[in-house]
């Protein structure tokens, strides 16, 4: 079965680290361009943060950026998302994608450029 899987999560104060992880299983998805988004309660599901199918390219979305750092493990099949100087704001669930019909494609911003998504993982930034 192919899935990616999402770990990492929980609760922090404000101005703390987490370290999100999706790992990828039934088939590999190095070098296809990945995400995080995030949503939070009563919000429209937004992007966080891409990296390229070379992993040559990042992008982040403005309130996250100089905070959060995407990053991709090829022998791990894993993509990593670093999260620090957390917010309360930055509270919501993550979830990552892959975009498997771009083979070495440029970053993608928008999520129906996707077609594998992961569960989603809590994260909680209290005050």
């Known amino acids: 079965q192919v899935q990616l899987v999402e770990s990492g999560g929980g609760l922090v104060q404000a101005g703390g680290s987490l370290r999100l992880s999706c790992a990828a299983s039934?088939?590999?998805?190095?070098?296809?361009?990945m995400g995080w988004f995030r949503q939070a309660p009563g919000k429209e599901r937004e992007f966080v943060a891409g990296?390229?199918?070379?992993?040559?390219?990042?992008y982040y979305t403005d309130s996250v950026k100089g905070r959060f750092t995407i990053s991709r493990d090829i022998a791990k099949n894993t993509v990593y998302l670093q999260m620090n100087s957390l917010k309360p704001e930055d509270t919501a669930v993550y979830y990552c994608?892959?975009?498997?019909?771009?083979?070495?494609?440029?970053?993608?911003?928008?999520?129906?450029?996707?077609?594998?998504w992961g569960q989603g993982s809590q994260v909680t930034v209290s005050s």
């Open positions: 039934g088939r590999t998805f190095n070098f296809y361009p």
């Open positions: 994608a892959a975009a498997t019909r771009n083979y070495m494609g440029s970053l993608k911003t928008q999520g129906h450029e996707y077609d594998y």
């Open positions: 990296i390229s199918g070379s992993g040559g390219m990042t």
